[in-house]
């Protein structure tokens, strides 16, 4: 590549993110393994990535999934089975599977409901009341997880997501080139190591946060998002109805919280 500056430009070698294609096929008994979504990510984390996407849309729970594979199949080249994931359950889906018109891509998230009242319907409540967290602590969570960026650090083009006690400990990162797919990955980390559901622990985002995101908090169980960007105002109205604490613009020094201010303490 060439690097220009004011002062002239020369050739130098750089490192990019990596970005393909991912399908997700679920199989369950009476159902043979059939095609969910997919969506464009960097590989890496790819049984996470699946089990979290569709434990965050409501189709999976704690103990559901018995094993989750690349594909096999003989009609694959060798290069695309790591692109093929299937996703097989113990028991029926909870809910149906969301049905894609086309491919997500690494931002999609709402383009795959019908409509908002989808998630009521499919019996969601609202949070657990009981995490609270000190704003020293909160205020500290951006630059933790930026520590923790190590694709990021070479690349400087991957999102990321993490989950923190309520005293400020990553127990997981993830990156990934969308920041939906970061979240997923850290609820399918949650769903596939038995830490799921996640009431007592606290999302962080390296960007902004839109209404998928929360989407994706609720369906985890998680009870506060904090971002270091901006929410959108279906984000903060979802929240809000939910009980979730949507807490934006997190610095060093000073936060934003939209919703549920509550959990936060004065320490």
């Keep these: 590549m060439t ?44 049984f996470e990535l699946a089990a979290g996407y569709l434990a965050a849309e409501g189709v999976v729970g704690p103990g559901d ?69 000190a704003r020293s602590t909160l205020c500290a969570l951006p630059d933790r997880l930026r520590a923790a960026q190590r694709v990021f650090a070479r690349t400087g083009g991957l999102h990321a997501a993490g989950l923190a006690t309520p005293d400020g400990q990553f127990v997981c990162v993830r990156e990934d080139v969308g920041r939906h797919n970061a979240v997923d990955k850290v609820i399918g980390w949650a769903v596939l190591g038995g830490h799921f559901p996640l009431d007592d622990h606290v999302l962080v985002v390296s960007g902004r946060v839109g209404y998928e995101i929360v989407q994706k908090a609720l369906g985890a169980r998680i009870p506060l998002i904090a971002a270091i960007g901006a929410p959108s105002s279906l984000a903060v109205d979802l929240a809000r109805q939910f009980g979730i604490t949507l807490v934006g613009f997190v610095r060093e020094d000073r936060f934003v919280a939209y919703t549920e201010v509550e959990r936060i303490a004065d320490s």
């Design 3 to 46: 690097e220009g500056t004011a002062d002239g430009r020369r050739d130098r070698v750089d490192e990019l993110a990596t970005e393909e294609p991912m399908e997700v096929r679920l199989a369950a008994p009476g159902l043979a393994a059939a095609p969910v979504v997919v969506t464009m990510r960097t590989p890496g984390h790819d």
């Design 65 to 133: 999934i018995s094993r989750v594979s690349y594909c096999a199949s003989p009609g694959l080249r060798p290069e695309e089975r790591n692109n093929v994931v299937t996703v097989e359950l113990d028991v029926p889906p909870r809910t149906e599977p969301p049905q894609r018109a086309a491919p997500a891509t690494a931002a999609c998230g709402v383009c795959g409901r019908s409509s908002l009242a989808e998630l009521e319907l499919r019996g969601c409540t609202a949070v657990a009341p009981g995490l609270v967290i």
